[in-house]
Structure formats: structure tokens, C-alpha cells
């Protein structure tokens, strides 16, 4: 039985880190992600300082109830286009097929559109991710097309779907 949680974002801090790491190295996690597995702590304390003060990115950590259950973001905000890059990383399994993500999804989102007025908001996904593209599509994104052989990833060329969220449909979502 799920009972009602508080599910919020904040701020992704250093004491994170060894949680992400975790989170990134479990194989129930990262069949879709593209980090070079395994994720150290070294590595990512590395990255965490290398983006102390980056305007272009706002990381998060997803929480329920106060515990650390994930992360979520906005990578390359670009200020001129107003637009940026979702992501979102579910690390505690039990929590998955819940809600949360989808809670912590509407958080970001009107933190992307409301506090730093982005008129656009959009992400990549492999077209194999189904999980995925049902949370995306249930909370307001549009599959926008196909980037085929988007990446190399795992030893393939990998194709991808781009989605997108304009705020025009986030005010009119909203609404409902």
C-alpha cells in the first residue's frame, strides 16, 4: 500500500555525492543513462567542483518524506533562447512506478518556467526507454521526432527521441 509522501527538490550538494554514485553504478538505473560506468566518487567530486557557481545547469536531488531518492535537473540553460535541458535520474528502486518522479517532474518544471522563466524545456530519450516516455508524455511533454544514430552509447549507435514543453502549455496545463 503507498501512502501520501511529501515529495519535494533541492539543491544537489556534496554530501550527495556518494548517494548518486551509488545510484549511477546499479544496473537497475543506468541502462539508459550515458555515464561511464562505474561512476566514482573521485570522478563526480571532480565534476561537483568543476560546476560550483554554473549559471548553465541546476542540479537537484529528489526527496521523499526528507530521504534522498533520486536526482533531477536542468542542463545547458541558455538565458538568450530561454530553454533548457530535463533530466531525471530515479536511484532508490523502490521508489520507482509511484508517483515520485512525476511529483519531483511538476516541481522542476515550475521552477523552470515560473522562477527562471523558461519559455522551453526540453529532453532526449532512447526510443527503447518506454518508462520514460509514459512519464514524460503524462506530464506535458510532446514527442517533437527522431534523432537516428544519435549517439554511440554501450557499443551501438543509439536513436533518440527529442521532447519538448513550452510554457504556453505549461500555463494552459495548469489550468486544469
Keep these: 500500500m503507498w501512502r501520501e509522501v511529501n515529495i519535494q527538490?533541492?539543491?544537489?550538494?556534496?554530501?550527495?555525492?556518494?548517494k548518486k554514485v551509488e545510484w549511477i553504478n546499479n544496473p537497475e538505473n543506468n541502462q539508459f543513462l550515458h555515464y561511464d560506468i562505474p561512476l566514482s566518487i573521485e570522478k563526480t567530486e571532480i565534476w561537483f567542483d568543476s560546476h560550483l557557481g554554473d549559471t548553465t545547469r541546476y542540479d537537484a536531488v529528489i526527496e521523499v518524506d526528507g530521504v534522498p531518492v533520486g536526482t533531477i535537473g536542468l542542463l545547458n540553460i541558455d538565458y538568450k533562447n530561454s530553454k533548457a535541458e530535463y533530466y531525471i535520474a530515479m536511484g532508490e528502486t523502490i521508489f520507482k512506478g509511484k508517483g515520485v518522479a512525476k511529483q519531483a517532474s511538476k516541481l522542476l518544471l515550475?521552477?523552470?518556467?515560473?522562477?527562471?522563466?523558461?519559455?522551453?524545456?526540453?529532453?532526449?530519450?532512447?526510443?527503447?526507454?518506454?518508462?520514460?516516455?509514459?512519464?514524460?508524455?503524462?506530464?506535458?511533454?510532446?514527442?517533437?521526432?527522431?534523432?537516428?544514430?544519435d549517439i554511440f552509447s554501450r557499443g551501438k549507435y543509439v536513436d533518440r527521441y527529442t521532447y519538448g514543453y513550452l510554457k504556453k502549455d505549461w500555463e494552459k496545463n495548469k489550468l486544469r
Excluded: M
Design 9 to 18: 527538490i533541492r539543491k544537489f550538494y556534496r554530501t550527495d555525492i556518494p
Design 110 to 149: 515550475k521552477y523552470g518556467f515560473e522562477e527562471l522563466e523558461l519559455n522551453r524545456i526540453f529532453l532526449f530519450t532512447e526510443i527503447d526507454n518506454t518508462g520514460a516516455q509514459k512519464l514524460f508524455e503524462q506530464i506535458g511533454f510532446i514527442k517533437e521526432g527522431i534523432l537516428k544514430q
